[in-house]
C-alpha cells in the first residue's frame, strides 16, 4: 500500500472518524514495513507515544502471526528467531501467570509456592532478553531511515523499564499471598495485558522490519552473545 494512505487510515483512526471494523478492512493489505514507516510519519507530525499506542492496539487484529512465518524462514540461530523463540517461552509462562491470577481472584488458599518462585526466577531471566533486544538489535534499528524508528524503540525500551517496576512490585507483594491477594492480581492482570501486547508489536512488527533492513547480523549476534541467554525453568 501507498505509505500515505496508511497515515491517514491510521490518523482517521484515531480521531475517530474510522471504526476500528473500517480500519481494519482498509489496511487489510498493509505489510509490517507499510506499519513501522506510517508510524514514522505520524512521530513525525507530533503524535505522542500514548495516541501512538492506541492505534497499535489495531495491529493485533491486523498482522497477527506474522512471526511463525518469519521464524520458519530464519536460519536457527539469527538473532531474531532466538528472540521469537523466546517470546513463545515467555508466552507459555505468561498463561501460568494467568493461572496464579485465577487461583488468587477464586480465593484458592493452596497455593504452590513453588510455582511462585518459578515465576519469578522466569520473570527475572526474561530481563536477559530485554537487555539483549536493546543492546544488540535497537541500538542497529536506531540508525535505520535517518533514526525515524527512535521513538518507536524508545517506547519498547518505557515498556521494559515499566516491566522491571512491575516485577519489584510483585515480588514484593507475593510474600504474602492472603495480605496482599488483591493487589497482587491487580498487578499480574496488568502485566499480563502489557507484556502480550508489547510480544506482540515486537514480533509482528519490528522483527519483520529488522529482518528486511538491518545488513550486519554478526554485529548483532555477537552483541547478543556476550549478554546471554535466558535459562527459563519448569513452572508447575
Known sequence: ???????????SYYFDLLTEEEAIESLKEASSF?????????????????????IGKLYVDLIDG????????LKKYHPIRQFIVEHEKIEAFLFKMDELSSELRYGSTDIDPVKID????????ADKHFIREEKALFSQMKKLHNGGLVGRLGMLKDEHRQFRKQREELSNLVDDLDKNRDKIIEELDEMLYNLHLHKFIEDDMLYPVAVREIDDWNRVKKTADE???CDFVAIP
Open 34 to 54: 507499510d506499519l513501522y514507516l506510517a508510524e514514522i510519519e505520524l512521530l513525525a507530525e507530533g503524535f505522542k507515544e500514548k495516541e501512538i499506542k492506541k
Open 118 to 125: 518459578a515465576i519469578m526466577i522466569n520473570l527475572i531471566e
Open 227 to 229: 549478554i546471554g541467554y
Open 66 to 73: 506474522k512471526s511463525k512465518e518469519l521464524k520458519r524462514k
Open 1 to 11: 500500500m501507498d505509505v500515505d494512505d496508511v497515515t491517514e487510515i491510521l490518523r
